[in-house]
């Protein structure tokens, strides 16, 4: 069973549009996140949910805005999609703020704007 | 401000020959430092974590890492490479109290291990 799952894998669209990425977690954890890796491989916190409270929000264009339905779930909606959106997106989870046992994290989300 | 330094993009080693791959950070306080390994249009997988205790840390596919708080440094090792090790290596920390469970990465180490 695959513990923290991202739909879609891969995620192709024009400039302008709107689109979201879902994750979900089945591993029991209260906090989640989503990171922007880009073509250098750097990666980036961007968001982090906390018993669905929203506890990091970096600095991030309001076009973006996650949602927590549940403490198992983390969607990401996109607003007006700009070439330099382009990047990898992970979701990740862990248990608690503390942080001491790691996150475990989604395989990922490639949007392509074009 | 807490930051993370890999000064290496790519580490070259030959396989059976020990490897070892350099962090350094910088937190005020005590740090939470981690290591994740990514193997290619995968996700990030966890390794290995310090929060407290003995300094030498052992954790998956045989990679252990040594903190060092005078240096300020987590370098991640291993006595024998494998092949199957060549992947992209992240050091990772956060203050060990508040802050969120905010992890900041380092850039990344390619790893490359040769027969």
């Known amino acids: 069973d695959t513990a923290v799952s991202q739909t879609p894998k891969y995620l192709v669209t024009q400039m302008g549009n709107d689109k979201s990425i879902k994750c979900e977690q089945n591993?029991?954890?209260?906090?989640m996140y989503w990171y922007k890796q880009d073509s250098k491989k750097f990666l980036k916190i961007m968001f982090s949910?906390?018993?669905?409270?929203?506890?990091i929000n970096e600095t991030v264009p309001n076009r973006f805005s996650p949602k927590s339905p549940d403490k198992a779930h983390l969607n990401l909606h996109i607003n007006s999609l700009e070439l330099g959106d382009s990047a990898v997106y992970f979701c990740?989870?862990?248990?608690?703020?503390?942080?001491?046992?790691?996150?475990?994290f989604g395989p990922g989300t490639r949007l392509t704007v074009t | 401000a807490q930051s993370v330094a890999q000064p290496e993009d790519q580490v070259n080693v030959a396989e059976g020959n020990p490897l070892t791959v350099k962090c350094t950070y910088s937190v005020s306080g005590n740090p939470y430092l981690f290591w994740y390994v990514q193997y290619p249009n995968r996700g990030l997988q966890f390794l290995l974590k310090y929060i407290t205790g003995d300094n030498l840390v052992k954790g998956s596919y045989g990679f252990e890492a040594e903190f060092n708080k005078s240096q300020t440094s987590f370098h991640l090792k291993k006595p024998s490479a494998l092949v199957s090790d060549s992947a992209l290596y992240f050091c990772a920390v956060r203050e060990g109290t508040g802050g969120g469970n905010k992890l900041t990465f380092g850039t990344g180490t390619q790893l490359k291990v040769e027969l």
């Open positions: 949910y906390n018993n669905k409270e929203l506890i």
């Open positions: 990740a989870s862990s248990q608690g703020l503390a942080g001491g046992l790691g996150q475990y």
């Open positions: 591993l029991g954890h209260d906090t």
